[in-house]
């Protein structure tokens, strides 16, 4: 097995969105203060865009949200609605314009579109609007989006008809929020793949965002989540809800609970550190052992840690300390950072571990590098016993709908058994948590578990996924394409046109 300790060892969410009606708010700061709250889901770039009645205005860079926008630039951008977008990208390069909100004008209307997700077919879409003399930027997805947006709106004279038929055309999974001069769009995908969720500010202003921590960031009360399909409008005539694309087949991304998603977040209602929890629970009853404590690794291994220890009476106890001022852009891959490897973001607690017998809970292995490190730095600290359990399943299939897996043979567990990972990382005993088990501690149903167990919820064209696959490894139950999806954009014109008149 290769090892390089500076490989990226965990999976990584590519985006947040936020967007803000509030006409008699500081809706740029506001909308500030909901991108730090969804910091943890990118940290590449960040931006904002504002529309002020007669206009757009943006300003976007690469960096953090404190480092991005200073008090001049936010008190510049007054207005009435605005969005906002943390990125962690891979659908495009790490560049200013890959940067969102991505703005596109519509004649001469400015729109600002900001993306959360992957969506699976814009090759092709992209290769028809630029027959269509479409120019584009970036190479991002995003903007593909934004373009067929823009392209069906000039058809139709109608942005919401635009959006409609975009999302028609569009495949994989997505939660956007878009804005114009006078008006809040958001949209989400028709399997509800990527999170997005709505909230009231005071009386009647609205607030939306990829997890309820933003909502509670900035004052706003939980509505509910946006339904799958759905697209919602807020103007001054209030709020529109309106089905854009018929839901399929709900399929939220799960690991949404078991990683992405801050625990003091809300999934349809469900807490995400109480789901966390129960993940240790179930972890615990399927792998018992006996053990003078039980850790988890810091953040997201420490509710299903609880859980675990709860579960069989065991000490719960903190082994390892979290540096959190290490942000992930400042670690670059040199020789000297990648010696350092795993220190530079933890800690073993010596007192704690030594001449003990350890449970060390994590929420996955991806690469196994990461654990391997933490079982040796805990072995240097004179831990006695170290018994590793992790509260996923193994990783062993990409994902095509946001979030930044790679290809399958850098997934540990797609190429070695729980035995063999279990003697790279160093440890006495390693479990992981069924596919079944998972889903009975996240009560809500309806997931996507495909990274697990290669059950695509949507259909992937080949030429997008077969680098991907180890030999031997063809996904199984792909759905067909929807009808639409596959359309040319003339075609789809001329039928939406025929449908509406029929
Ligand atoms: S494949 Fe995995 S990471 Fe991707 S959406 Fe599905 S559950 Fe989430």
Redesign the pocket.
């Known amino acids: 097995m290769g090892e390089n300790p500076n490989d990226m060892d965990h999976?990584y969410e590519e985006c947040g969105v936020f967007g803000i009606w509030g006409p008699n708010r500081d809706v740029a700061r506001l909308t500030a203060f909901g991108l730090r709250a969804l910091q943890h889901r990118g940290q590449e770039s960040a931006g904002i865009a504002v529309g002020n009645g007669e206009t757009v205005l943006v300003r976007k860079d690469l960096g953090l949200v404190d480092s991005v926008f200073t008090d001049a630039d936010l008190a510049a951008m007054r207005g009435k609605v605005a969005i906002g977008h943390v990125r962690y990208g891979t659908a495009g390069a790490k560049s200013w314009e890959s940067a969102q909100p991505h703005l596109s004008t519509i004649g001469t209307t400015i729109i600002a579109l900001a993306h959360n997700g992957t969506l699976v077919n814009t090759d092709e879409l992209r290769r028809e609007l630029i027959e269509r003399n479409v120019f584009f930027r970036s190479n991002t997805d995003s903007e593909v989006a934004a373009q067929l947006v823009g392209y069906f709106t000039t058809q139709m004279h109608h942005l919401r008809e635009g959006i409609r038929c975009a999302m028609r055309m569009i495949d994989g999974?997505y939660a956007i929020v878009l804005l114009r001069e006078n008006a809040l769009y958001a949209f989400r995908d028709p399997n509800g793949?990527r999170p997005l969720v709505l909230g009231l500010l005071g009386h009647d202003d609205y607030v939306v965002a990829s997890e309820t921590c933003a909502l509670d960031m900035v004052g706003a009360k939980y509505l509910r989540d946006i339904a799958p399909g759905e697209i919602v409008r807020i103007s001054d005539d209030g709020l529109i809800s309106e089905k854009g694309v018929k839901p399929r087949q709900q399929?939220r991304?799960?690991?949404?609970d078991v990683y992405f998603s801050r625990p003091d977040s809300y999934v349809d209602g469900s807490s995400i550190y109480s789901m966390r929890y129960e993940m240790g629970r179930q972890l615990a009853r399927e792998a018992p052992v006996a053990a003078d404590m039980v850790f988890g690794v810091p953040d997201s291994g420490l509710p299903p840690a609880e859980g675990y220890a709860h579960e069989l009476g065991l000490p719960y106890g903190e082994g390892l300390i979290k540096n959190r001022y290490i942000a992930r852009t400042f670690i670059q891959p040199t020789q000297e950072l990648r010696q350092l490897g795993v220190h530079l973001k933890l800690n073993a607690l010596r007192d704690n571990v030594a001449g003990k017998r350890l449970v060390m809970v994590d929420d996955s292995i991806v690469r196994g590098t990461t654990s391997k490190q933490i079982v040796k730095m805990l072995r240097e600290a004179e831990a006695k016993e170290i018994h590793v359990r992790i509260a996923a399943p193994e990783v062993k299939?990409p994902?095509?709908?946001?979030?930044d897996?790679g290809t399958q043979d850098q997934l540990i567990s797609a190429r070695y058994s729980e035995e063999q990972v279990c003697k790279y990382i160093g440890a006495d005993s390693l479990h992981f948590l069924s596919v079944k088990g998972l889903v009975h501690a996240c009560p809500k149903g309806g997931?996507?578990?495909?990274?697990?167990t290669g059950d695509?919820?949507v259909s992937i064209p080949d030429d997008f996924s077969s680098e991907r696959f180890l030999t031997g490894y063809r996904p199984h139950n792909l759905t067909k394409p929807p009808r639409g999806a596959r359309m040319q954009i003339a075609d789809f014109v001329h039928e939406y046109h025929e449908e509406d008149n029929a």
Do not use: D, N
């Open positions: 999976l999974g793949i399929a991304c799960i690991f949404e299939w994902c095509f709908y946001g979030i897996t997931y996507c578990t495909a990274c697990f695509y919820p």
